[in-house]
């Protein structure tokens, strides 16, 4: 909320007006960030899909079984 109303009377814009000019978050940054969300991504969900599977698996007939 504080974020929104300083962000509302910065008089600058939040990104670059020209062009040419690059991002103002560095490529690594963002790269790092995404890789940040895919792994707890991850984390958060591996144990909820295996535990599906495993749901999954045990209603299977025995012969299709490993």
């Not at 560095?26 to 144990?47: D, I, R, T, Y």
């Not at 295996?50 to 045990?58: I, W």
Request: proline fraction near 11%; charge should be positive; aromatic fraction near 8%.
């Amino acid at each position: 909320m504080i974020a929104a109303a300083l962000l509302a009377v910065t008089p600058t814009p939040l990104y670059l007006a020209d062009p040419g000019a690059g991002s103002p978050v560095p490529l690594w940054l963002g790269v790092a960030f995404g890789v940040l969300v895919v792994v707890v991504s991850f984390v958060v969900l591996l144990p909820s899909v295996r535990h599906a599977l495993d749901r999954v698996a045990a209603r299977r007939p025995r012969r299709f079984r490993r």
